[in-house]
T-cell receptor, first 118, second 109 residues
Framework: GAVVSQHPSWVICKSGTSVKIECRSLDFQATTMFWYRQFPKQSLMLMAT?????????EQGVEKDKFLINHASLTLSTLTVTSAHPEDSSFYICSARDLTTDSGTEAFFGQGTRLTVV | GQNIDQPTEMTATEGAIVQINCTYQ??????LFWYQQHAGEAPTFLSYNVLDGLEEKGRFSSFLSRSKGYSYLLLKELQMKDSASYLCAFMDSNYQLIWGAGTKLIIKP
């Protein structure tokens, strides 16, 4: 299947600082990127959906000013957690799809980023 | 409205067969997915069903009945490495994936 590279795999940051997570589709054009958060022993929670070149659509309850998403190209999307707090500590996963193709139904996932805010 | 439901946890024995069920309700449907997720890792794709029937892929098979809003994932010849969470998700009319909470499968020797 297609490859989605997410970086970093884990990060520890101080409370109040910002963290940027990158998600790259390596061998296909990701017209749509999804950002999920997963707390321990819970399922994926969709945070936002972004289409290349347009503003992200955030799920209810997700602060768009806190979780900045940029999808400037067909191969790169970034999630920036601004002014991080300990409650933002979680596993963040990106997923990329190319909805313009017949195979675009499958979601390819990045490796995930374990964020710990201390 | 939309909803999707699967059991929270199941236990099975190495070498045996286990069936994980998933039921869903939605007005728009574009297929159902099964993913495997090991603790601390991202999900990995297992199967996709958009038509009724059984899709077999090695030790794993997935079944779909659209009229009943029902799917199952069948795992044969269970191995210890199959211990993981199994997530079902359907794709709605907007091509959004709606995820179940996941079924934690525990394999015992």
């Amino acid at each position: 299947g297609a490859v989605v590279s997410q970086h970093p795999s884990w990060v520890i940051c101080k409370s109040g600082t910002s963290v940027k997570i990158e998600c790259r589709s390596l061998d296909f054009q990701a017209t749509t990127m999804f950002w999920y958060r997963q707390f321990p022993k819970q399922s994926l929670m969709l945070m936002a959906t972004s289409n290349e070149g347009s503003k992200a659509t955030y799920e209810q309850g997700v602060e768009k000013d806190k979780f900045l998403i940029n999808h400037a190209s067909l191969t790169l999307s970034t999630l920036t957690v601004t002014s991080a707090h300990p409650e933002d500590s979680s596993f963040y996963i990106c997923s990329a799809r190319d909805l313009t193709t017949d195979s675009g139904t499958e979601a390819f996932f990045g490796q995930g980023t374990r964020l710990t805010v201390v | 409205g939309q909803n999707i439901d699967q059991p929270t946890e199941m236990t099975a024995t190495e070498g045996a067969i286990v069936q994980i069920n998933c039921t869903y309700q939605t007005s728009g449907f574009n297929g159902l997915f099964w993913y495997q997720q090991h603790a601390g890792e991202a999900p990995t794709f297992l199967s996709y069903n958009v038509l009724d029937g059984l899709e077999e892929k090695g030790r794993f098979s997935s079944f779909l009945s659209r009229s009943k809003g029902y799917s199952y994932l069948l795992l044969k010849e269970l191995q210890m490495k199959d211990s993981a969470s199994y997530l079902c998700a359907f794709m709605d009319s907007n091509y959004q994936l709606i995820w179940g909470a996941g079924t934690k499968l525990i394999i015992k020797p």
